[in-house]
């Protein structure tokens, strides 16, 4: 083999790796939206609770204490004394997001009497 046919054959192989490696950045951006996801679910959840605590309207609070992003991707609702959230990241790759939402619950702790 002589230098001159290997030339384009990094290029080549660069152009093969190219669509696996863009898909795994998408996956691993995915991934961190997931955990901030999970994190806003959290932070919602508990500010209904304390809503309720405060005798306040605990959808308003969940949605408040939600960062913007995730507005459009929330799903609240209010039972008795519990508050459950619901965020799903933002869609990269469309088969990822419904696997990755977050769900949680907090509650405001027994009826008071």
């Known amino acids: 083999m002589t230098l001159r046919s290997e030339h384009g054959q990094s290029s ?3 152009l093969g790796v190219l669509p696996l490696l863009m898909v ?3 996956a691993a951006a995915e991934a961190l939206a997931a955990g ?3 994190t806003a679910a959290s932070s919602a959840a508990e500010a209904g609770a304390m809503a309720i605590l405060q005798g306040s309207d ?3 609070a969940a ?3 939600a960062p913007g992003w995730t507005h459009a991707h929330l799903s609240i ?4 004394r519990h508050v459950t959230v619901r965020a799903t990241p933002p869609a990269l790759l469309p088969w990822l997001p419904s696997l990755l939402s ?3 619950t907090a509650s405001a702790g027994p009826t008071a009497r």
Not at 77 to 80: E, I, N, T
């Open 12 to 14: 080549v192989e660069l």
């Open 24 to 26: 795994l950045i998408l």
């Open 36 to 38: 901030g996801a999970r």
């Open 58 to 60: 605990p959808s308003a």
């Open 63 to 65: 949605h408040a204490a």
């Open 77 to 80: 609702h209010v039972s008795a």
């Open 102 to 104: 977050s769900t949680t």
